[in-house]
């Protein structure tokens, strides 16, 4: 996970023991405010993807938890899932299970002109992404000056 807050770095502490438990990859953890709500998004994983029923046995157990340790002072909807089939890549563990696989990177500021870019995941070392253009061309970002990597959606 990228940068984290005070409350995601609590809640993380209570889910990942729980998640582990289950046989689940915890993929991002999310505390983030959109229009008036709060939302703690808890997204998880496993080899083949996971059900419903995953989610809703973590969220079941981690509703129990949240409530007895009561980390997060405002009210928030909470939300575990899936990452999707364009889930975001943010830790280390992330981008090596997916070298050789398509990805989309969005800049903060632009290089070369250009602020979006898509190619194969070649490296992931010490916070720097190489990846290989359509052309074969590596082009490599740093981890901190990407806005999101997310696994790329091809039709």
């Not at 409350?7 to 990942?16: A, D, G, S, W, Y």
């Not at 943010?90 to 299970?97: L, N, V, W």
Request: hydrophobic share 35%.
């Amino acid at each position: 996970m990228a940068k984290q807050n005070n409350t995601e770095k609590k809640v993380l502490e209570i889910v990942e023991p729980i998640v582990k438990e289950k046989e689940l990859e915890l993929a991002d953890l999310e505390f983030v405010k959109e229009g008036p709500n709060w939302y703690l998004r808890v997204y998880i994983d496993k080899d083949g993807g996971v059900t419903i029923e995953d989610c809703e046995s973590v969220s079941r157990v981690l509703e129990k938890k949240l409530d007895e340790k009561d980390p997060i002072e405002q009210a928030y909807i909470l939300e575990v899932s899936s990452p999707g089939i364009d889930r975001p890549l943010k830790r280390p563990e992330h981008f090596q299970k997916y070298i050789g696989e398509i990805i989309d990177i969005k800049l903060y500021k632009p290089l070369d002109g250009k602020k979006e870019y898509q190619g194969e995941l070649k490296q992931f070392d010490n916070g720097i992404i190489t990846i290989a253009d359509e052309h074969g061309q590596e082009i490599q970002f740093a981890q901190k000056e990407t806005a999101s990597v997310r696994l790329a959606v091809i039709f």
